[in-house]
T-cell receptor, first 115, second 114 residues
Framework: NAGVTQTPKFRVLKTGQSMTLLCAQDMNHEYMYWYRQDPGMGLRLIHYSVGEGTTAKGEVPDGYNVSRLKKQNFLLGLESAAPSQTSVYFC??????????????FGPGTRLTVT | AQSVTQLGSHVSVSEGALVLLRCNYSSSVPPYLFWYVQYPNQGLQLLLKYTSAATLVKGINGFEAEFKKSETSFHLTKPSAHMSDAAEYFCAVRGGGSNYKLTFGKGTLLTVNP
C-alpha cells in the first residue's frame, strides 16, 4: 500500500496564478483533510471531507477550494495564489467511525512558494 | 472546543538523557490524545495515542506518554535519547463523539546532542 500520496512535491507560483494539489489514499478511508504548516504555527486545518461528494471548511479556508469526487482523492485548489499562501501543505486521511479514536495518516507534503 | 499547549518550542538533550516533552490540553468532552513525530522534510507519523483504555500509553521507538486528567496533561517521555530522535513532535487532541477533527499544538523541536 502506498498510503497517502501527494502531487506535486514542490511548486513555485507567481501571484495570481492558480493550481491544484492532488491527494490520493489507498486505505479506503472515509475522511480526508487538508492542512497547512507554517513555522511556529503547527498544523492548521484548511478543509476536510467526511465522504465522497462532501466537503466542509476548517480553521483557515479562505483562498482555497476543495473537491472530493472520488472517495480516494481529495483536491485542493488555489484560484488566485497570494504570497501568504506560501506554506507546506499536508493531506491526511482516517477511518470515520464515530467515537473511535482512529488516527490520521499523513502524506509527505507539498512545498508551495508564491512569489 | 479543544486546544493544545506544548510547553517549549525547542528542547535540547544529550544523547542518553531523559526526553520530556510537555503537552497540556483543553477539551469539553473526554478527549482522545495523540503524539506525532515529523522528521525533516517528511509528513507526520503517529507515535502513540490515548483512547481511554489505559492512562500509560506505550508507542513506537521507546516513547511513552501518561494521561493525567487532574492535570489535563499528556506528556511524552523516553528514558534515553538517541540521535535518531531529533525531530519535531506534535501533540494533538480530538473531542469524543462525532468530532473527528484533530487540533494540533504548535510543535516542539527536539535536538539531541552527542
Amino acid at each position: 500500500n502506498a498510503g497517502v500520496t501527494q502531487t506535486p512535491k514542490f511548486r513555485v507560483l507567481k501571484t495570481g496564478q492558480s493550481m491544484t494539489l492532488l491527494c490520493a489514499q489507498d486505505m479506503n478511508h472515509e475522511y480526508m483533510y487538508w492542512y497547512r504548516q507554517d513555522p511556529g504555527m503547527g498544523l492548521r486545518l484548511i478543509h476536510y471531507s467526511v465522504g465522497e461528494g462532501t466537503t466542509a471548511k476548517g480553521e483557515v479556508p479562505d483562498g482555497y477550494n476543495v473537491s472530493r469526487l472520488k472517495k480516494q482523492n481529495f483536491l485542493l485548489g488555489l484560484e488566485s495564489a497570494a504570497p501568504s499562501q506560501t506554506s507546506v501543505y499536508f493531506c491526511a486521511s482516517s477511518y470515520g467511525l464515530t467515537g473511535v479514536a482512529y488516527e490520521q495518516y499523513f502524506g509527505p507534503g507539498t512545498r508551495l512558494t508564491v512569489t | 472546543a479543544q486546544s493544545v499547549t506544548q510547553l517549549g518550542s525547542h528542547v535540547s538533550v544529550s544523547e542518553g538523557a531523559l526526553v520530556l516533552l510537555r503537552c497540556n490540553y483543553s477539551s469539553s468532552v473526554p478527549p482522545y490524545l495523540f503524539w506525532y513525530v515529523q522528521y525533516p522534510n517528511q509528513g507526520l507519523q503517529l507515535l502513540l495515542k490515548y483512547t481511554s483504555a489505559a492512562t500509560l500509553v506505550k508507542g513506537i521507538n521507546g516513547f511513552e506518554a501518561e494521561f493525567k486528567k487532574s492535570e489535563t496533561s499528556f506528556h511524552l517521555t523516553k528514558p534515553s535519547a538517541h540521535m535518531s530522535d531529533a525531530a519535531e513532535y506534535f501533540c494533538a487532541v480530538r473531542g469524543g463523539g462525532s468530532n473527528y477533527k484533530l487540533t494540533f499544538g504548535k510543535g516542539t523541536l527536539l535536538t539531541v546532542n552527542p
